[in-house]
């Protein structure tokens, strides 16, 4: 009787020192959240939506880095969030492809589709740096400048 006590009392231990760590995982990750704003003159809808990407290097503007994730929206004027970011700091970047055939995991963005890079200095990426456990909220504006060759 004492052994099975003792067994329980060390899985109920074991089982919430999982939990007390899942916590601890969930509090040092990262939230992005990514409000686009595109004034272009496409149509942004079910048909037609924007991916926003997220990258942990600047050289996807090269093309040497593979996104870490993809989010979608169906409005122009839209926001996206990206949880559970594991490093900082990431770089965003948004493609808007107005005949509404880029699913945004087939390989590059359509030639004549329409980008839009989170910048302060254009054309260089700017990093969105994040604390473990926190949430950045920052703002993408884009039109049709800036078209995919």
Not at 19 to 29: H, L, N, P, R, V
Not at 103 to 112: F, I, L, M, N, V
Request: aromatic letters at 10%; glycine letters at 10%.
């Amino acid at each position: 009787m004492k052994k099975s006590f003792y067994l329980a009392a060390g899985l109920l231990i074991l089982a919430s020192g999982f939990q007390f760590g899942k916590a601890q995982d969930k509090a040092a990750t990262r939230t992005l959240k990514v409000n686009v704003k595109y004034t272009g003159s496409g149509t942004v809808d079910d048909k037609h939506k924007i991916q926003v990407f997220l990258f942990d290097s600047p050289d996807f503007m090269q093309g040497n880095a593979m996104p870490t994730g993809m989010q979608m929206t169906a409005a122009k004027d839209g926001t996206v969030t990206f949880s559970d970011i594991g490093s900082s700091p990431v770089y965003t970047a948004a493609i808007y492809d107005p005949k509404g055939e880029y699913d945004g995991a087939s390989g590059p963005p359509p030639s004549g589709s329409s980008a839009g890079l989170y910048t302060k200095e254009p054309p260089k990426p700017a990093p969105i740096s994040i604390d473990a456990g926190k949430t950045v909220e920052v703002d993408l504006p884009f039109d049709d400048t800036i078209k995919m060759p």
